[in-house]
């Protein structure tokens, strides 16, 4: 087996794991690295030299990759590879080579506003501004556990719609019109409260704040208590801030792990490379467990 070490980053989440090179990983040490994932929610491997082709294999092993539909202008994949999106400012002909611009990207979980959002997610750095363009995560296994009792109750067994009119840099995605009232806007609705499908524990699951509504209430009221949440959901004590390096390669579980991006200067390139798992509709189970093991440690 490959030596494969652990190093938890922040009391909330994020470890950083050392596996040497991703491309020789034998089963055993991939287990450990997938088991790492896991139990800390969001994983940085870094140093890595990988190639597109080599970047989908290993997204493989995490499970089955997801297309997701093109975006505006349809250049953010990385052709011949349709598996791999392009996160970039980059201008090339006087058109974006990818996603997100430079600008900042709000606290969301990838692809909330689809019926079955994705599992994992997997960001590859090949270019890295001097400053800026950093990503911070949030436990929501952790949010959940320590939500206020009173707070808590007034979310049990609702449903929360996921608007899917804007993507999380705030452009209006293709083929869609602002929307003026947040109960027509499109998009699926995930309970508030959603349980992991692997660890069996629950975890709150907001998807992002934008055009979101709770369903059954009025506009007021389902805006009061969003706010509430996204309060909670995003304070420091929960995140963990990750600065990239090239060869980094971070993955992160949806189901229970929101991020942000930090704006950076327009003036220089960032470029990555991501890649993205398939996952289930999101469900309520009973006898889900509270809880999870790094929430235990940060509460």
């Known amino acids: 087996m490959n030596a494969v070490s652990v190093k938890p980053q922040a009391p909330a989440l994020g470890a950083e794991v050392d596996c040497g090179d991703l491309r020789a990983l034998d089963a055993a040490a991939f287990a450990a690295v997938y088991r790492a994932l896991l139990d800390n929610l969001v994983i940085r491997i870094r140093g890595q030299t990988l190639t597109d082709p080599e970047l989908i294999a290993f997204g493989k092993r995490l499970g089955e990759l997801d297309f997701a539909p093109l975006a505006k202008t349809g250049k953010e994949r990385a052709r011949p590879h349709p598996e791999i999106i392009v996160v970039s400012n980059v ?129 007021a009221e389902s805006e009061e208590l969003l706010d509430a949440l996204w309060a909670h959901a995003t304070q420091e004590k929960f995140t963990w801030h990750h600065q990239w390096q090239v060869g980094d390669l971070l993955i992160w579980d949806n189901r229970c792990v929101m991020h942000h991006r930090d704006p950076f200067d327009g003036g220089y390139r960032r470029v990555m490379h991501r890649i993205q798992c398939a996952g289930d509709v999101p469900a309520l189970r009973s006898g889900a467990r509270e809880g999870h093991p790094r929430a235990a440690v940060a509460a």
């Open 91 to 219: 201008m090339e002909n006087g058109e974006a080579i990818g996603v997100l611009r430079d600008a900042e990207v709000v606290w969301h979980s990838d692809n909330s506003y689809r019926d079955r959002p994705l599992s994992y997610s997997a960001l590859y750095a090949l270019e890295v501004p001097p400053a800026g363009g950093n990503t911070r995560f949030a436990n929501m296994y952790l949010a959940l556990q320590t939500l206020d009792p009173a707070l808590r109750r007034r979310i049990e067994g609702r449903t929360l719609k996921h608007d899917m009119t804007y993507n999380s840099a705030g452009d209006l995605r293709e083929g869609f019109k602002p929307v003026s009232d947040v109960r027509d806007a499109p998009g699926p609705s995930h309970p508030i409260i959603r349980t992991h499908p692997e660890t069996g524990c629950n975890a709150l699951y907001l998807g992002r704040r934008p055009n979101a509504y709770i369903n059954g209430l009025s506009v």
